[in-house]
């Protein structure tokens, strides 16, 4: 092919500060061993057979739009979760959502106030929009500092995320410290409780955010499909939030977005939740065998309430990363700081035991 001109189209300058979305890797074929995707946080279970009939039946009208209003499953949402219709808006995964969640309340230069480290894709959509992101460094126990993020917050500050269990370091945020918290902030910036991991949750201190929402009228809560349900691939996610909330980020959501297959889908696995609950409940018995593991081979591992676990490996964390590719297992480093691994089958935790305890036993 000749050589193409540079383009002197001008695009904006936001765009040079919005880092590069990192997805978990494949994972790699090795010889002779079943190499797995632990980098994700994916479901490591298939559809159910009744979600895929749903989504069978519903491809024969791809020739379609969808309902743009998504009506069925704001619907079933609704009376799922016991809130007015009027008080949801979907979007084509809750990352999607979330985009919304900045265009409704963001001008340029206003700020975002969140964890760090945490949800690779925060940073990326402020700088996206044009605002800016100001992280609070998580305590050290991974946790998120709650009165570090109160004094975080300026005449600028638009919206808070509170990501819990916050992904990648595994704890979830209290009840009580989250009402503390919610005291001090300004009624005019939105509180954003990103819960894309709930249903993992075991600890009895976890908030009730719809509880808490409906008693607060700046707090929106972000649920998706994509990890106990299990339907990453087909991109659907939801925010629960005050009516004036709702209408604006369903005016921000790409028209039809949400695709029949993926609201068929997602009422099936509503419909089937019973059936998908005893997949959580294997994932989180895996996850609490994941970490006993851990923790009697010596590792300082925090709580994990969600389907990862994370090993604060500072600048270990891509040898390690390598260590483990090398054994079939793809997890995932964030550079500097550790790595995160999701937990799958039973299989693939038997082996990243095997890999941390020689990692271990080689230092
Ligand atoms: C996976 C994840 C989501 C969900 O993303 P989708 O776009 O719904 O697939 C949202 N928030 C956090 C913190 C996540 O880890």
Same mark, same amino acid.
Request: aromatic share 6%.
């Given at each position: 092919?000749?050589?193409?001109?540079?383009?002197?189209?001008?695009?904006?300058?936001?765009?040079? &500060?919005?880092?590069?979305?990192?997805?978990?890797?494949?994972?790699?074929?090795?010889?002779?061993? #079943?190499?797995?995707?632990?980098?994700?946080?994916?479901?490591?279970?298939?559809?159910?057979?009744?979600?895929?009939?749903?989504?069978?039946?519903?491809? %024969?009208?791809?020739?379609?739009?969808?309902?743009?209003?998504?009506?069925?499953?704001?619907?079933?949402?609704?009376?799922?979760?016991?809130?007015?219709? !009027?008080?949801? =808006?979907?979007?084509? &995964?809750?990352?999607?959502?979330? %985009?919304?969640?900045?265009?409704? !309340?963001?001008?340029?230069?206003?700020?975002?106030?969140?964890?760090?480290?945490?949800?690779? %894709?925060?940073?990326?959509?402020?700088?996206?929009?044009?605002? !800016?992101?100001?992280?609070?460094?998580?305590?050290?126990?991974?946790?998120?500092?709650?009165?570090?993020?109160?004094?975080?917050?300026?005449?600028? #500050?638009?919206?808070?995320?509170?990501?819990?269990?916050?992904?990648?370091?595994?704890?979830?945020?209290?009840?009580?410290?989250?009402?503390?918290?919610?005291?001090?902030?300004?009624?005019?910036?939105?509180?954003?409780?990103?819960?894309?991991?709930?249903? $993992?949750?075991?600890?009895?201190?976890?908030?009730? =955010?719809?509880?808490?929402?409906?008693?607060?009228?700046?707090? =929106?809560?972000?649920?998706?499909?994509?990890?106990?349900?299990?339907?990453?691939?087909?991109?659907? &996610?939801?925010?629960?939030?005050?009516?004036?909330?709702?209408?604006?980020?369903?005016?921000?959501?790409?028209?039809? &977005?949400?695709?029949?297959?993926?609201?068929? %889908?997602?009422?099936?696995?509503?419909?089937?939740?019973?059936?998908?609950?005893?997949?959580?409940?294997?994932?989180?018995?895996?996850?609490?065998?994941?970490?006993?593991?851990?923790?009697?081979?010596?590792?300082?591992?925090?709580?994990?309430?969600?389907?990862?676990?994370?090993?604060?490996?500072?600048?270990?964390?891509?040898?390690?990363?390598?260590?483990?590719?090398?054994?079939?297992? #793809?997890?995932?480093? $964030?550079?500097?700081?550790?790595?995160?691994?999701?937990?799958?089958?039973?299989?693939?935790?038997?082996?990243?035991?095997?890999?941390?305890?020689?990692?271990?036993?080689?230092?």
């Amino acid at each position: 092919m000749s050589q193409q001109p540079t383009s002197p189209v001008r695009l904006r300058s936001t765009l040079g &500060g919005v880092p590069a979305y990192v997805p978990g890797k494949p994972a790699a074929p090795l010889e002779g061993v #079943t190499a797995y995707k632990i980098s994700s946080n994916e479901n490591p279970y298939p559809p159910l057979p009744s979600v895929l009939d749903a989504v069978t039946e519903a491809a %024969a009208s791809m020739n379609r739009y969808p309902d743009m209003g998504v009506t069925e499953l704001t619907a079933a949402l609704s009376e799922r979760l016991g809130v007015p219709a !009027t008080h949801l =808006a979907t979007g084509t &995964g809750s990352v999607a959502v979330l %985009a919304q969640l900045i265009a409704i !309340t963001c001008d340029p230069g206003d700020e975002v106030v969140y964890a760090w480290r945490s949800f690779e %894709a925060y940073p990326i959509v402020v700088a996206l929009a044009g605002a !800016t992101s100001v992280q609070v460094p998580l305590d050290a126990d991974a946790r998120h500092d709650l009165d570090a993020m109160a004094a975080a917050i300026t005449d600028r #500050t638009r919206l808070v995320l509170v990501c819990t269990p916050n992904n990648p370091t595994g704890p979830a945020v209290r009840e009580d410290e989250l009402r503390a918290f919610l005291a001090k902030v300004p009624q005019d910036v939105l509180v954003v409780v990103d819960e894309a991991y709930l249903e $993992f949750t075991t600890e009895e201190t976890v908030p009730d =955010a719809l509880a808490i929402y409906r008693q607060h009228p700046n707090v =929106a809560v972000l649920r998706t499909f994509s990890k106990a349900y299990g339907l990453a691939g087909l991109r659907v &996610g939801y925010a629960v939030a005050h009516e004036e909330v709702a209408t604006a980020l369903r005016k921000a959501a790409t028209p039809f &977005g949400v695709t029949d297959l993926a609201q068929r %889908a997602a009422i099936a696995s509503l419909d089937a939740y019973d059936e998908l609950e005893v997949r959580v409940k294997e994932l989180v018995a895996e996850r609490e065998r994941l970490v006993a593991g851990l923790r009697e081979q010596g590792w300082e591992v925090p709580d994990a309430q969600g389907n990862f676990v994370w090993l604060p490996l500072g600048d270990e964390a891509v040898p390690f990363g390598q260590a483990c590719q090398a054994r079939g297992l #793809t997890v995932r480093p $964030f550079a500097g700081d550790g790595v995160r691994v999701t937990v799958a089958e039973p299989e693939a935790t038997d082996r990243l035991l095997e890999v941390t305890q020689e990692w271990r036993s080689s230092r």
